[in-house]
């Protein structure tokens, strides 16, 4: 992988030297342009994007010191190597904060000059290899925010607000060239398709790949890129509303009935969740929506109706009521059996027998 290398030197022969130098040695790098004094370096930095500036020091209008503090001040990611002699030198060391990485003491030998450029490119080589992880880390730390955004937007059921945000992303998108264009609505592709897999359960099949970026290979404008997207966007949303509504209509039965089967034992939030194929936390908010009870508050009514008819129609000892109503132990069970009816399970026991359902 070479990179772009701009060599800057007011000695025209000089700078033919340098660039018949990199182009017949396997240095790592391409120059894609050339420049005889600082102000014309910075033209061909804007037109040429080099990644690495080769400069003298010493050069009228403006000289390369001044050059490299400009790089600096722009905040460009510019390597810089600095040609200087050797009564330069100490002034010269001046660059070193303004991001020069190396220097080469006129006159140099082709080793040298070869020596530097190469520890230049190795370099060059750890910036991209570092900037694609911190792209590869950006886009998934953006994939999570975008999907927890519209996580939170489904689990509080407000679907015209999701689909104004999808809506907001598209048009940003829209403004883009084509390739970034592309890379943002796969981006946006995945995380509605994650959405589908993980808030329902949905297992990888055609109803989830045909929201695949593959179709995006063949398209070649900006407006065509949106078209799809927006007509999958439209696709998507339909499966969102359909998923939902079925979740709604059997969800919260199906769990009251688990409930029933399961509350003498280990009967959480999660294994619920599981058993009916919905995350923890849409339960819990459809749950509440639906029963006007948290999911551990139900679960701890029915223990504890449950234990009251116990109390009345057995002599079983608060240990034994305890472990089959599902409380860990008699201590615990006392103290949620207290909270809810206002009574120790022993000052229940000594009132007058009522009815109490299971």
């Known amino acids: 992988m070479n990179g772009r ?26 120059v894609v342009g050339e420049a005889a004094d600082g102000e014309e370096a910075l033209q061909a930095v804007n037109s040429c994007t080099p990644d690495l500036i080769i400069t003298d020091i010493n050069m009228p209008v403006m000289d390369g010191l001044d050059l ?18 050797y009564r ?7 660059a070193i904060r303004y991001g020069a990485m190396e220097f080469l003491l006129k006159p140099f030998s082709l080793d040298e000059a070869c020596r530097v ?8 080589c750890q910036r991209q290899s570092d900037n694609r992880i911190r792209e590869q880390y950006s886009l998934v730390e953006r994939s ?8 939170a937007l489904l689990l509080n059921q407000q679907l015209p607000q999701m689909a104004a945000r999808i809506d907001e992303l598209f048009s940003h998108a829209s403004r883009m060239p084509l390739p970034e264009c592309k890379a943002e609505i796969q981006l946006l592709m995945k995380v509605m398709t994650d959405l589908l897999m993980q808030q329902f359960r949905v297992q990888q099949s055609a109803s989830v790949d045909k929201f695949g970026p593959d179709p995006l290979l063949w398209i070649h404008t900006v407006a065509e890129v949106m078209a799809w997207a927006r ?7 339909g499966m969102l509303v359909r998923l939902t509504q079925e979740q709604q209509d059997h969800v919260v039965t199906r769990v009251l009935q688990y409930i029933e089967m399961n509350y003498s034992r280990n009967c959480n939030l999660q294994a619920a969740a599981a058993h009916v194929h919905v995350t923890p936390n849409y339960l819990s908010h459809l749950f509440k929506k639906e029963t006007g009870h948290g999911f551990s508050q139900y679960v701890s009514k029915r223990r504890v109706d449950k234990a009251k008819l116990l109390l009345h129609s057995t002599r079983q000892s608060m240990a034994d009521i305890a472990e089959q109503t599902g409380f860990d132990n008699s201590s615990y069970f006392t103290t949620v059996f207290k909270q809810m009816t206002g009574l120790s399970p022993r000052e229940f026991r000594k009132q007058p027998s009522h009815e109490s359902s299971e």
């Open 144 to 151: 999570d925010q975008l999907r927890d955004e519209l996580a």
């Open 5 to 30: 290398m701009l060599v800057v030197d007011d000695e025209v022969m000089f700078r033919q030297g340098l660039i018949h130098l990199v182009s017949n040695n396997p240095l790592g790098w391409e």
């Open 117 to 124: 450029l190469r520890k230049a490119h190795e370099r060059y």
């Open 231 to 237: 007509c999958k966007s439209d696709e998507w949303l």
């Open 88 to 94: 330069e030198f100490e002034y010269a060391q001046r």
């Open 68 to 85: 490299a503090e400009q790089i600096h001040d722009r905040g460009q990611d510019i390597m810089i190597i600095i040609l200087t002699g």
